[in-house]
């Protein structure tokens, strides 16, 4: 069974850190970009980050950029996020999602077809 | 970033009824957009990739069109567990930016 766990979330100060993880099973992990998507409360879902296979190419929302860094171990099986210099407004379930590319007539297509269920993070003193 | 905007952002209907759901790109995007399901407490589903392509295991009562900057998601029979929010989301460019939502809720 394919599953993705997410882990590490909980209550941080304004200025903390946290560092989550995303523990795959049942799949290949080293053969798939993976992502970072957030809700926050009675909110949206926003993306944040993806790593590509190796962890040699990265990408960040704006929000997070400079204070979030999305990094992976493949011998581990594990995603990971470092949240620094943490906002109330980061205040958020962190979801991590495999995404896949799709060939359709020669394009490539990506779409997040697997998530874990969440962890949640709140950021308040 | 590209800003996808939906519309309604709330929708009640009932059970057996059609219903659209319309999705704005800021800019082109072609086809490289995304419809996702969500129900609360659970993990987001995606139902169509590539604008109109249905992924393995959804029903067919789900369909998507448009390309370049509008778009739609249909169900041509709502069915009770269908009541959800439903995202849309681009990937043309690495932003991969989402729709604010839509609520579907029963009448």
């Known amino acids: 069974e394919v599953q993705l766990v997410e882990s590490g979330g909980g209550l941080v100060q304004p200025g903390g850190s946290l560092r989550l993880s995303c523990a795959v099973s049942g799949l290949t992990f080293s053969s798939y970009w993976m992502h970072w998507v957030r809700q926050a409360p009675g909110k949206g879902l926003v993306w944040v980050s993806r790593i590509n296979y190796d962890g040699n190419s990265t990408n960040y929302a704006g929000s997070v950029k400079g204070r979030f860094t999305i990094s992976r171990d493949n011998a581990k099986n594990t995603l990971y996020l470092q949240m620094n210099s943490l906002r109330a407004e980061d205040t958020a379930v962190y979801y991590c999602?495999?995404?896949?590319?799709?060939?359709?007539?020669?394009?490539?297509?990506?779409?997040?077809?697997?998530w874990g269920q969440g962890t949640m993070v709140t950021v308040s003193s | 970033d590209i800003q996808m905007t939906q519309s309604p952002s709330s929708l009640s209907a009932s059970v057996g009824d059609r219903v659209t759901i319309t999705c704005r790109a800021g800019q082109s995007i072609a086809n490289y957009l995304n419809w996702y399901q969500h129900k609360p407490g659970r993990a987001p589903k995606v139902l169509i990739y590539?604008?109109?392509t249905l992924q393995s295991g959804v029903p067919s009562r789900f369909s998507g069109t448009g390309s370049g900057t509008d778009f739609t998601l249909t169900i041509s029979s709502l069915q009770p567990e269908d009541f959800a929010t439903y995202y849309c989301?681009?990937?043309?460019?690495?932003?991969?930016?989402f729709g604010q939502g839509t609520k579907l809720e029963i009448k």
């Open positions: 989301q681009q990937t043309y460019s690495t932003s991969y930016s």
């Open positions: 590539a604008a109109s």
């Open positions: 999602a495999r995404a896949p590319y799709y060939e359709i007539s020669g394009y490539y297509f990506d779409a997040f077809d697997i």
